[in-house]
């Protein structure tokens, strides 16, 4: 069975569907269909992007708070080199190595699937 929505917030109309399928003894059988305009998380705290990144796997080799701050650049996200290193640091999912002027940092645990 498919069911489809539409809702108006704020003036924005959005749309999408979900395809339901019979239950099956206690295992999830729902799919999610990708339809309409879903709008886009915007990203403003230095936290969320690094997060952003761990999801991504960059932090899977070691890497200096320079090499982050290029690659969040290059994703758009201008954030000083200071909050980034203060995310970084804040940052349960990353362990902190090196001293003071040579951080580095590497994930503790690889990105949820």
């Known amino acids: 069975m498919r069911v489809e929505l539409t809702v108006v917030?704020?003036?924005?109309?959005?749309?999408?569907?979900?395809?339901l399928a019979p239950w099956r003894g206690g295992k999830k059988v729902a799919v999610l269909s990708?339809?309409?305009a879903i709008?886009?998380?915007v990203i403003t705290k230095?936290?969320?992007?690094?997060?952003?990144?761990y999801r991504g796997g960059f932090f899977g080799p070691e890497?200096?708070?320079g090499e982050v701050s290029k690659d969040l650049a290059?994703?758009?996200?201008?954030?000083?080199?200071?909050?980034?290193?203060?995310?970084?640091k804040a940052a349960d999912f990353l362990?902190?190595?090196?001293?003071?002027?040579?951080?580095?940092?590497?994930?503790?645990?690889p990105p949820p699937a």
């Open 34 to 36: 990708k339809a309409g």
């Open 74 to 88: 290059t994703k758009g996200f201008n954030f000083s080199k200071q909050s980034i290193l203060m995310a970084l």
């Open 46 to 53: 230095p936290s969320k992007a690094v997060a952003l990144l």
């Open 63 to 65: 890497r200096r708070l």
């Open 9 to 19: 917030h704020e003036g924005v109309t959005y749309t999408g569907g979900i395809e």
């Open 39 to 41: 709008p886009k998380q």
């Open 95 to 109: 362990a902190v190595r090196g001293q003071r002027g040579d951080y580095r940092f590497v994930q503790k645990f």
